[in-house]
């Protein structure tokens, strides 16, 4: 009976031998599954911050359009207003007034439309064209912001499989950890 109580006893302990073996293997799998959501999370946040300075390059561009937008209106209808001052002049009729009536209208259409300088139309075209630049930019860069908060999620979840000793925690991290890293991939790759 000795010799039974003998082998349950080595048995018990090869048992435990085995689970701390097991339990150390899994921990060092969580491990490397952290840093790999680490260095995911890394790169996620460098793509927010890169999305985030192309929102405000284009924000900044879109805003200088539209100044210069509305520096031409001014000017063209400052133009305009003394064209029709002097067409209201009773001496309208003279060459010389009818001449700087001429060139002001002239001003006023090269202001609306001119390729060389950019009238309105141009800078109206190159503003909306700024403005979903950095609307995209914009999206893209609250994408990356929830990528990253999905990372963190994993990450949390991960480190806690590990205090816990619970791997569904550790599989419910890689799921979401490897969902929020494809999709952040898919984005930066403009996939969408």
Same mark, same amino acid.
């Given at each position: ?9 080595? &048995?018990? =302990?090869? &048992? $435990?031998?085995?689970? @701390? ?7 060092? $799998? ?17 793509? =927010?911050? !890169?999305?985030? $300075? ?6 900044? #561009? ?19 207003? =003394?064209? *029709? ?10 060459? @010389? ?7 002001a ?7 609306? *439309? *001119?390729? #060389?300088?950019? !009238? ?25 912001e929830?990528?990253? !908060?999905?990372?963190?999620? &994993?990450i949390v ?10 791997? #569904? ?8 950890? !490897? ?7 898919? =984005?930066?790759f $403009?996939?969408?």
């Amino acid at each position: 009976m000795s010799e039974s109580i003998d082998r349950a006893t080595e &048995a018990i =302990e090869d &048992a $435990n031998d085995a689970e @701390e073996h097991q339990q150390d293997g899994s921990a060092r $799998n969580v491990a490397v599954l952290i840093a790999a959501l680490a260095a995911a999370l890394a790169l996620s946040e460098m793509a =927010e911050k !890169g999305a985030q $300075n192309d929102f405000l390059t284009f924000h900044v #561009q879109a805003t200088d359009d539209w100044n210069f937008y509305q520096a031409k209106t001014i000017r063209s209808t400052v133009y305009s207003v =003394e064209a *029709d001052t002097l067409e209201s002049l009773p001496s309208a009729a003279d060459p @010389e007034v009818r001449k700087r009536i001429d060139a002001a209208r002239a001003q006023v259409k090269r202001l609306d *439309d *001119d390729e #060389q300088t950019q !009238g309105r139309k141009q800078l109206a075209a190159k503003a909306h064209a700024s403005e979903t630049e950095r609307d995209h930019a914009f999206h893209r860069f609250h994408l990356f912001e929830t990528v990253a !908060g999905a990372l963190e999620i &994993a990450i949390v979840l991960a480190s806690v499989s590990v205090v816990t000793r619970v791997r #569904q925690l550790a599989l419910a991290a890689a799921i979401v950890g !490897g969902g929020a890293s494809l999709f952040g991939l898919a =984005e930066a790759f $403009n996939l969408f």
